[in-house]
């Protein structure tokens, strides 16, 4: 009798054991349309779309015009610096060039002032607006796929330029492994390309 109970208990054990390992097997084999969770990648989504392409086109050349009439100032106030010496220090004409070249001057020097924060100020705004549209683009594509959470998964960028760009790395990058998730980077690209007339405006 013991003998039968020990035998029976050993093949409960075994099969225990081997429906755990096969569940076990199973785990990492979970595919991601099963999963209920996605990722999204929103810097590669909002970097490499259509409309931010054009964006960038823009702003360069909005750059180099802001660069070109600096430069210009920086000639004529050099020119005006230069041709003073032409006029005795007590003539009208003197004082004359002089004032417009201070003019020219502080012209530039205000431009130099402005011309960087117009820049950072335009990147901003693009930057929310497009993340906006992410915002809206993830909800619909989550809804349609029966998603329940949607996290940001961003791949660091090795090498860091920077302590301060590894320290904000460290503290912002939350999802290290995703493996078996949606990754909706793609499709929301896509969303944005299709809507790219739309964005520029």
């Not at 979970?30 to 590669?44: D, E, F, L, M, Q």
């Not at 912002?172 to 078996?180: P, S």
Request: proline letters at 2%; charged letters at 25%; a positive charge.
């Amino acid at each position: 009798m013991k003998f039968r109970t020990m035998v029976l208990g050993c093949l409960v054990c075994a099969i225990i054991l081997a429906t755990g390992y096969e569940y076990l097997q199973a785990q990492p084999n979970v595919t991601a349309t099963n999963s209920k969770i996605g990722v999204i990648s929103v810097h590669t989504a909002l970097r490499n779309c259509q409309a931010t392409f054009k964006f960038t086109e823009r702003l360069k050349a909005e750059q180099e015009k802001m660069i070109s009439e600096e430069n210009k100032l920086a000639e004529e106030g050099k020119a005006m610096a230069d041709s003073l010496r032409a006029f005795k220090p007590d003539s009208n004409e003197y004082m004359e060039t002089f004032q417009k070249m201070v003019q020219k001057q502080s012209e530039l020097k205000a431009l130099q002032e402005v011309n960087p924060r117009r820049s950072r100020l335009r990147q901003m705004q693009w930057t929310q607006k497009i993340y906006t549209e992410i915002l809206r683009i993830t909800r619909e594509l989550a809804a349609q796929k029966g998603l329940t959470l949607v996290l940001a998964a961003e791949e660091p960028e090795f090498p860091f330029k920077s302590y301060e760009e590894l320290v904000m790395t460290l503290s912002t990058n939350k999802v290290l492994y995703n493996n078996g998730c949606v990754d909706l980077t793609n499709e929301v690209k896509a969303e944005l390309d299709k809507i790219q007339s739309q964005l520029g405006k």
